[in-house]
């Protein structure tokens, strides 16, 4: 995607990146998990939720054509919060995130990367060399512990 610009988020992203999450999460994610634990994620991520994690973490976007299409954050050595509207989906945005995502860690002094990846994201962190390291569950929910040295 040519057309595609990373960037920081700020406060006014907040409401677009909530919305871009919660799609991914109930059309993506529901294959994986009971509506249960896709509603349960999704409420962690209302606008207000999403304006006080810009405050915690560096959060990035994905944008194009003027529009919020993706978004990742880095929270010290790990990467949260990856996702990418349905519509673009397989198009490289998830791609370029993580691709700016580990560049912000690298110039951190970060070494070695670790993300809690959904199940539905474990063929996409393991295509950019990310390997499992351990399974959390947490009665319905699965997530998936997978590193990756810099």
């Known amino acids: ?8 988020a700020g406060p006014d992203d907040a409401e677009a990146i909530s919305r871009v999450v919660i799609q991914a999460l109930r059309h993506s994610n529901a294959q994986d998990y009971p509506a249960t634990v896709i509603e349960r994620v999704a409420g962690n991520f209302s606008a207000a939720a999403v304006t006080r994690l810009l405050v915690v973490r560096q959060v990035l976007v994905a944008e ?3 529009a919020i299409v993706g978004t990742a954050s880095l929270d010290g ?3 949260r919060t990856v996702f990418v509207t ?3 989906q397989g198009c490289g945005v998830g791609r370029a995130l993580m691709s700016a995502i580990e560049l912000m860690a690298k110039q951190a002094g970060v070494q070695r990367l670790a993300v809690p990846s959904s199940l539905t994201a ?3 962190y393991a295509l950019l060399g990310y390997s499992l390291v351990r ?3 947490d009665n319905d929910e699965i997530t998936l512990v997978m590193m990756r040295d810099l």
């Open 77 to 79: 050595e790990v990467v």
């Open 135 to 137: 399974e959390v569950v």
């Open 64 to 66: 194009r054509e003027g």
């Open 86 to 88: 349905p519509a673009v």
């Open 122 to 124: 474990r063929a996409f």
């Open 1 to 8: 995607m040519s057309d595609l610009c990373i960037r920081a």
